[in-house]
């Protein structure tokens, strides 16, 4: 399979940078618009969701064209369906190639999960079965995608509650053959893991041993709420609705040791905090990547 | 070994029915099925839906109450779930749904005050575009300004209605006790648009909605005067060109060709 093109010379979309630093940013809310024009904090960098600018116009166009002209942005779809057995619609892949380019993000990623079917969209992040029929989909997905795009894209390793029980592969084996065969970088979710670990009762260590640490390229931090399951195990809910968790953070220092400074992002998007809470949380994470041994490593630089 | 297509149908239909058994081989740790793992997926689809709209439609949200309308909502993701990965267009046809059930019957406006959110919504998202110089229609023979074909804010939409649905939009978005509304009295016609930044409700005096239904549809100035007058007596032309072009509405004008006889 062909290497993924090379991003497109960087057009003067303003003065900030076109590439994501090895810094911590965090997902931009309507709520914080105002905030962060007016006061100008001290962020890496800014991300939004795809889908929330597939409007034509209006007030959310205005103030990330204003945002983006200050700071580097990452763009984060939630709606392609990678891992669908149907083909991707085609008009929603046009609309994130076009936000691609009027944007110029320095990192475009979306995630191992599928989440349209029969025509409808569920607006969730589903899961799939890891075989050699879904690995086949979500590769020949990602071409596609690295195709309508002109670049390289991050795929998120995904929060899950139930495995399916004809999985041959182990998740993380399956996310390194995807990078290794699409030529796509990762985005490891660390939340993710831990929630995904508690669920399938996987060791965290281990998952992230068997990662594939060297296509990482940006990092998510995020919230959960404990649940649990029918006969009562316990059960971790993705619900990006609250500060980081303690064991979040120390396996995020874990990982951070482990590759040196990574793009970081806070994700909280229910129960939108005031702003310098969200802050606070960004920083607690610059302080993570600065005690990093090998700050700005550039196998790990942003790409693009 | 089950097809993967097969298999993300069982998924979905179960998603979308909660009467649906989960589909099968969705396994838990311990090798088993849980239904309760399903359930959050379940529940995720669900409640995020259901709060989607509920972002859109503040007032109406208001005006059942917050069990009343989450019911409604759910009634309606399991009759139109999106088609679409762009939930920002998520709940068009939320009016027409209210309009036809019958346990809501007894609230005729509402339908009136949800297409008011519905085009609020619209009017917000919707493309930008330069409003036209007054300038440049005052350079127009007068005896051709009626020939006159004019461009509106692509953001604008009217909600008629013979309720006064925009007063009761009014208050039930604003953050105060809601007020009673005296209903069989007033028919109103809403104008929403977003020439600029903010979005921009007002009502319409009579004659305003046919004025503005006329000339969206192409028809000249003259035409849309005529069809204004013949809607409502009072109709004042010069005052809505005037409100029209002070706020921004008018985008574009050319002048229609006069059809010679015999053609």
Known sequence: MAPPLSPSPARAVGPAARAVPARAGVGLKAPHYRTILQTRPDIGFFEVHAENYMGAGGPPHRYLTEIRSRYPLSLHGVGLSIGADGPLDRTHLRRLAALNERYEPGLVSEHLAWSSHGGIFFNDLLPLPYTQRTLQRVCAHIAQVHDALGRQILLENPSTYLAFEESTYEETDFIAEVARRSGCGVLLDVNNVYVACTNQGWDPLRYLQRFPLAQVRQIHLAGHAPDQDGRGAPLLIDTHDRPVSALVWDLYAHVIATLGAVPTLIEWDQHLPEWPTLQAEARRAETVLAASPCQEAPRHAAVG | ?263
Not at chain 2, 127 to 148: I, K, M, N, Y
């Open chain 2, 1 to 263: 070994m089950r097809p993967w297509a097969e298999r993300q149908g069982q998924f979905a239909a179960a998603l979308c029915n909660v009467e649906h058994p989960m589909p099968p081989g969705c396994i838990a740790p311990d090798g088993l099925p849980d239904a309760t793992r399903f359930a959050v997926y379940r529940n995720n689809v669900i409640s995020s839906l259901i709060e989607c709209l509920q972002a859109s439609y503040p007032a109406i949200e208001r005006l059942l109450g917050a069990t009343c309308f989450r019911e409604v909502a759910f009634r309606f993701v399991a009759e139109a779930p999106p088609r679409s990965a762009v939930m920002l267009e998520y709940g068009a046809g939320f009016a027409e749904f209210l309009a036809q059930l019958e346990p809501l019957a007894a609230l005729p406006y509402l339908a009136d005050v949800a297409r008011i959110e519905r085009a609020w919504l619209e009017a917000y998202h919707a493309a930008e575009a330069t409003a036209l110089d007054p300038a440049a229609l005052a350079a127009v023979p007068e005896h051709r300004s009626g020939d006159l074909c004019l461009t509106l804010h692509p953001s604008m939409r009217i909600v008629q209605s013979a309720f006064p649905a925009l007063t009761i939009w009014q208050l039930n978005i604003a953050a105060t006790a809601p007020i009673a509304v005296d209903l069989p009295t007033v028919a109103q016609d809403t104008l929403i648009a977003r020439p600029d930044a903010e979005v921009e409700v007002r009502a319409l005096p009579p004659g305003g909605a046919a004025f503005l239904n006329a000339l969206g549809a192409g028809e000249t100035l003259a035409e849309s005067a005529a069809l204004a007058g013949a809607a409502a007596a009072e109709f004042n032309l010069t005052d809505q060109l005037t409100a029209l072009l002070g706020s921004g509405l008018i985008t574009a004008g050319r002048l229609k060709r006069r059809r010679t006889r015999g053609h």
